[in-house]
């Protein structure tokens, strides 16, 4: 089966630099993603990684280890309307077809 | 385009009553899911289609039937709604299969089961 853990909350200051971390256990590995969720709003994608290494887009990066099951998100430079949850996914084969599995969330408050 | 729409916004149930959550995309794709998110639990899926006539069952997928008779529209069916079933639904759709491509989230509706 596939596990994932994310701390469940972190506390960040305005123009700072925080990392979120995401460890996994999945059989048979196709990537990570990266979801930003808003209070009362839509899961929306951030990043995809499927090779070891950091990708940047903008303020956002995304790390992936895949030889030790691990990936962070890192903010810069962070904003007050970067307070949501961030949510690392796995996608796995499951009788044939891909499904996702997603973690229980990582709820970020950015104080000023 | 619109994206991922999905009706109604929010409703509220009393146990045994039966229901359809609409859900909606514009945009081809071939893939669609539902998902409910429940406090401390994350997203877990209900169902899910790789295409027009193709469903299965995701993690969740007792008490919830779905049918995907055209590409655009998935919809979920609550049979005999239980308190257990209050929770945000919501439906997502991809390009193509996961991994390649990321998922576009509807709005979501959150649902009250009394």
């Known amino acids: 089966g596939q596990n994932i853990d994310q701390p469940t909350e972190m506390t960040a200051t305005e123009g700072a630099i925080v990392q979120i971390n995401c460890t996994y256990q999945t059989s048979g590995f196709n990537g990570l993603f990266w979801y930003q969720q808003h209070a009362g709003e839509a899961p929306t994608f951030l990043s995809y990684n499927v090779l070891d290494g950091l990708e940047e887009k903008g303020r956002f990066s995304s790390f992936l280890s895949r030889s030790k099951g691990y990936s962070y998100l890192l903010l810069k430079e962070l904003q007050m309307k970067d307070s949501a949850s961030y949510l690392c996914?796995?996608?796995?084969?499951?009788?044939?077809?891909?499904?996702?599995?997603f973690g229980t969330g990582t709820k970020l408050q950015v104080i000023p | 385009n619109a994206g991922v729409t999905q009706t109604p916004k929010f409703q509220v149930l009393k146990t045994g009553q039966s229901m359809t959550l609409q859900c909606a995309q514009d945009?081809?794709?071939?893939?669609m899911s539902w998902y409910r998110q429940d406090p401390g639990m994350g997203l877990r899926l209900i169902h899910y289609?790789?295409?027009?006539?193709?469903?299965d069952q995701g993690e969740v997928p007792n008490g919830y039937n779905v049918s995907r008779s055209t590409t655009e529209d998935f919809p979920l069916r609550l049979l005999s709604a239980a308190p257990s079933q209050t929770s945000v639904y919501f439906c997502?759709?991809?390009?193509?299969?996961?991994?390649?491509?990321?998922?576009?989230f509807g709005p979501g509706t959150r649902l009250t089961v009394t």
């Open positions: 996914a796995v996608p796995h084969d499951s009788g044939g077809y891909q499904k996702v599995t």
């Open positions: 945009m081809n794709h071939e893939y």
């Open positions: 289609s790789v295409g027009a006539g193709i469903t």
């Open positions: 997502a759709s991809s390009y193509g299969q996961i991994p390649s491509y990321e998922q576009y």
